[in-house]
């Protein structure tokens, strides 16, 4: 991706970026009664980022790394720290169009081939299971959950492989980690 190129869409898409957010921001205060006090609020050339009580949103766009002809408008919810808001109904209608995905960052590095190797064990996931010959990531496809899970030393990131659903991602990304606690993981989710 060629930096020139990205200012120019992050230019180019600042309005549509401003527009989102404002969109977003109304409903919030329409669906969870935030007060102004009560965000705070950054704007920046096609990015902005809009903190509530609850959760931390960033809106962004940028070219596509894949397709240089195209752009990609990315919403991003960075941190929940109102747990319940991931089975908060209006929550998920107002983000069911925006998030197609779930990313979990480790506060430390992960050791992936000992855990790859507890997850060939089990005969109902091994065989949606592909990982790097060094053991440094897996991809571990479940068509029975619907979703795809991309780990990394560093990260996980889930998404479902059919049509994107807020609510389904959130209750079968959970199952996974389930599956994954098998297989010696251990989570402290946490907010900060």
Do not use: W
């Not at 205060?29 to 960033?58: A, S």
């Not at 991809?139 to 795809?148: A, F, H």
């Not at 994107?164 to 389930?178: A, C, M, T, W």
């Amino acid at each position: 991706m060629h930096e020139a190129a990205n200012a120019f869409v992050r230019r180019a898409g600042s309005q549509e970026v401003r527009d989102l957010t404002q969109s977003i921001h109304g409903e919030l205060r329409h669906q969870f009664g935030y007060k102004r006090k009560e965000f705070d609020f950054r704007d920046e050339e096609g990015f902005t980022c809009l903190n509530t009580p609850g959760f931390d949103l960033e809106i962004r766009i940028d070219q596509c790394m894949n397709d240089p002809k195209a752009y990609l408008l990315e919403t991003r919810i960075t941190c929940l720290r109102d747990p319940a808001l991931a089975e908060n109904s209006a929550f998920i209608d107002l983000f069911n169009p925006l998030c197609h995905r779930l990313d979990i960052l480790f506060n430390q590095h992960l050791e992936l081939a000992e855990k790859i190797d507890r997850l060939e064990t089990i005969p109902e996931i091994a065989a949606g299971l592909d990982y790097a010959p060094d053991a440094t990531s897996f991809e571990l496809r479940l068509p029975s959950l619907d979703c795809l899970l991309e780990v990394t030393e560093t990260e996980m990131h889930f998404q479902l492989l059919t049509l994107p659903n807020l609510r389904k991602l959130l209750e079968h990304s959970q199952r996974i980690l389930k599956i994954l606690t098998k297989a010696g993981f251990e989570f402290t989710l946490s907010a900060e």
